[in-house]
T-cell receptor, first 111, second 116 residues
Framework: LAKTTQPISMDSYEGQEVNITCSHN???????ITWYQQFPSQGPRFIIQ???TKVTNEVASLFIPADRKSSTLSLPRVSLSDTAVYYC????????????FGAGTRLFVKA | EPEVTQTPSHQVTQMGQEVILRCVPI?????FYWYRQILGQKVEFLVS????????KSEIFDDQFSVERPDGSNFTLKIRSTKLEDSAMYFC??????????????FGPGTRLTVT
């Protein structure tokens, strides 16, 4: 399982775009990149997943460069309710069904 | 939208007692997981379960832990003899396909276990 590195915390203001970058230098060919969001006392919630290039859904975009050694989660126009911990996970289902969460990035959105 | 449910939401038990945490995964999912999160710490993988057997487990999942799918809908985590350090939030998750690949995991709301 590839090790991931994210900033421990980030601050932003309402209405701004937030970009959280995750490094995963040892990503393997079969690995996908998945981001989860967690609010206090709740289970993690899937945000977005990608393999390469760019993926966009109704809540976020995920940018993955050609070498796939990093990825950037982009949250457009954040609101106070986006204050949460964001986890970047890298892995595949070929080596077993184990999922490793890192420490995540604590995003604090201010008014 | 389908969701994973867990019961109870909060369980208080005395050290040395057995507890069973219950989960109802999403009905068409085939892969099931348990995680724990000690207050203020990261989410830790405990075990994954597929085809009625454990697929993978972490070092935390020692002999005092067991999982079971007793019927077609429930997925349980048993802790045989609880310790103070087992106090944590326990999350169940399920996925349609094996996690880590192009399948997302759906997490339940968690059971807060307090061991006194």
């Amino acid at each position: 399982l590839a090790k991931t590195t994210q900033p421990i915390s980030m601050d932003s203001y309402e209405g701004q775009e937030v970009n959280i970058t995750c490094s995963h230098n040892n990503i393997a060919t079969n690995d996908y990149i998945t981001w989860y969001q967690q609010f206090p006392s709740q289970g993690p919630r899937f945000i977005i997943q990608g393999y390469k290039t760019k993926v966009t859904n109704e809540v976020a975009s995920l940018f993955i460069p050609a070498d796939r050694k990093s990825s950037t989660l982009s949250l457009p126009r954040v609101s106070l309710s986006d204050t949460a911990v964001y986890y970047c996970l890298v892995g595949s289902n070929t080596g077993g069904f184990k999922t490793i969460f890192g420490a995540g990035t604590r995003l604090f959105v201010k008014a | 939208e389908p969701e994973v449910t867990q019961t109870p939401s909060h369980q208080v038990t005395q050290m040395g007692q057995e507890v069973i945490l219950r989960c109802v995964p999403i009905s068409n999912h085939l892969y099931f997981y348990w995680y724990r999160q000690i207050l203020g710490q990261k989410v830790e993988f405990l075990v994954s379960f597929y085809n009625n057997e454990i697929s993978e487990k972490s070092e935390i999942f020692d002999d005092q832990f067991s999982v079971e799918r007793p019927d077609g809908s429930n997925f349980t985590l048993k802790i045989r003899s609880t310790k103070l350090e087992d106090s944590a939030m326990y999350f169940c998750a399920s996925s349609e396909g094996a996690a880590g690949g192009p399948y997302e995991q759906y997490f339940g709301p968690g059971t807060r276990l307090t061991v006194t």
